[in-house]
Nanobody, 117 residues
């Protein structure tokens, strides 16, 4: 089992920045893929970005250039730097992890990000 705990969410004004963190514990030796999804009110969950243990990244098109995912394997932590935030970025952001490189099956409880206009 893998446990994930997100932190760093909060309230920010349009154009501001936030950095989310997600620390993994438990069977961390098995983790390959880590990443972030988000769910906005009334919308389906959507991919934000993922990163493999080797550093390969994948972003949703709407996040490219504004969001940066990174990872510290020694700390078993994945980060999401979010810049130029917009009100439409308001959502609960969930951290995920998995032994595979293709999907995320372990999830954290999420952290709320609210961008005010």
């Amino acid at each position: 089992q893998v446990q994930l705990v997100e932190s760093g969410g909060g309230l920010v004004q349009t154009g501001g920045s936030l950095r989310l963190s997600c620390a993994a514990s438990g069977s961390i030796f098995s983790i390959n893929l880590m990443g972030w999804y988000r769910r906005a009110p009334g919308k389906q969950r959507e991919l934000v970005a993922t990163i493999t243990s080797g550093g390969s990244t994948n972003y949703a098109d709407s996040m490219k250039g504004r969001f940066t995912i990174s990872r510290d394997n020694a700390k078993n932590t994945v980060y999401l730097q979010m810049n130029s935030l917009k009100p439409e970025d308001t959502a609960v952001y969930y951290c995920g992890a998995d032994p595979s490189a293709y999907l995320l099956r372990y999830w954290g409880r999420g952290t709320q990000v609210t961008v005010s206009s």
